[in-house]
């Protein structure tokens, strides 16, 4: 039996945008169709539940991407949607599903969602560190409760999205993220300070003094 969405998603490839969105993905094996993002969220949004539910490992983008945004949609409650998150985190295998997560959780409120994904952050799955970090980012005004649960990163996928949280925290707590990343490995140093150079939110003053503590940190 033919699928209507995976039918209507095939039909609306557009090489163009195929050949856009392919390297942006390049960290992951899965096939692009060329289908933009608002027209999947118009999707994730027409079609009920029953037309995703073979999606989660499918090898086209659009298709994995429409599993979760469908699932996070129609789950009620927080609790129901970090569970499916968790469940279904092996198949994150890219930072275009993974950092799409946050805008399906409608309500973020910390002290009600942290216990619900701060798990996360144990995760071997780099993916899934991913996702703590990008959803850290939306409770800043909470930081000082998450600061203990912060810890070096290895893996490019992790340390890329700790680097932007670091970057967010900086123009608000420049001591901690110094004290942070004391000792931390030099790769998320430099990408932390590559984000935080580039931002449009931290003063120049601020820039300035971040380029001379990496400098001082490579000795």
Not at 28 to 38: A, F, K, R, Y
Not at 126 to 134: D, G, M
Not at 161 to 175: G, N, Q
Not at 177 to 187: A, E, H, I, S, Y
Request: glycine content about 2%.
């Amino acid at each position: 039996m033919k699928n209507p969405l995976k039918e209507e998603v095939l039909l609306k490839g557009d090489s163009k945008y195929r050949s856009f969105f392919t390297p942006l993905i390049k960290d992951c094996s899965l096939c692009v169709i060329g289908v933009n993002m608002p027209t999947l969220k118009r999707l994730a949004k027409e079609y009920s539940l029953e037309y995703v539910k073979d999606f989660y490992d499918s090898d086209f983008f659009e298709l994995r991407y429409l599993f979760f945004a469908s699932n996070l949609l129609n789950l009620k409650t927080h609790e129901d949607q970090f569970s499916f998150i968790d469940k279904y985190s092996s198949f994150i295998v890219t930072w275009a599903i993974s950092d799409s997560l946050p805008q399906y959780i409608k309500k973020k409120v910390f002290k009600d969602d942290f216990p619900l994904f701060s798990s996360f952050v144990k995760s071997q799955n780099a993916y899934l560190r991913r996702v703590f970090y990008i959803f850290l980012r939306y409770y800043l005004d909470s930081r000082y409760q998450f600061y203990n649960y912060l810890k070096d990163e290895l893996d490019r996928v992790s340390y890329l999205a700790l680097a932007w949280l670091l970057a967010d925290i900086y123009p608000i707590d420049k001591e901690y993220v110094f004290l942070f990343l004391k000792d931390k490995n030099q790769l998320l140093l430099k990408e932390t300070k590559n984000k935080i150079c580039s931002s449009n939110k931290v003063s120049l003053n601020l820039k300035e003094q971040m380029k001379a503590y990496y400098l001082s940190s490579l000795g």
